[in-house]
C-alpha cells in the first residue's frame, strides 16, 4: 500500500495548502478523502494479484497501523503536536471523518 501512501503525500499539501483556505478543513477532506480512498480501492486488488496475499484483512491492518505511525509523525514534524494532541484532534468533526476514511482503507483489501 506505499502506492496510497504516495498519494496521500501529494494530495495532503495540495489539501492544506488549497482547499483547507478556500473551503474549510471538513470541505477538503471531503474532497480528498473519496480521492484517496478511490484509488486505494483500485490499487489494493492490484497489490494483492500481483503478490498473491492471502491474508488480506491483516494486510489491510497493517497498512493502518503503519499510516497511523505516519501520521503521528506528521503531525509531530509539521505541528508540533506530542501524543495527547495527536489523539484529541481524532474527537474533532474532521478527526471523526478521517478516522471513518481509516476504517475504510484499512478494509479495502479485505473486500476482495
Partial sequence: MLAAFAAGFV???????????????????LVELPLLLLFCAWIA?????RFAV????????????????LEF??????????LAEWLADFATPPGLLTLAAYA???WLPARG
Fill in 104 to 106: 475504510v482503507f484499512a
Fill in 54 to 69: 492471502r491474508a488480506r484483512l491483516a494486510m489491510g491492518l497493517c497498512a493502518l497501523a503503519l499510516l497511523l505511525v
Fill in 11 to 29: 494530495l495532503g499539501p495540495i489539501r492544506e495548502f488549497l482547499l483547507v483556505p478556500a473551503m474549510g478543513r471538513i470541505g477538503a477532506l
Fill in 45 to 49: 486488488p492490484r497489490i494483492i494479484r
Fill in 73 to 82: 509523525l506528521a503531525g509531530v514534524a509539521l505541528r508540533g503536536w506530542d
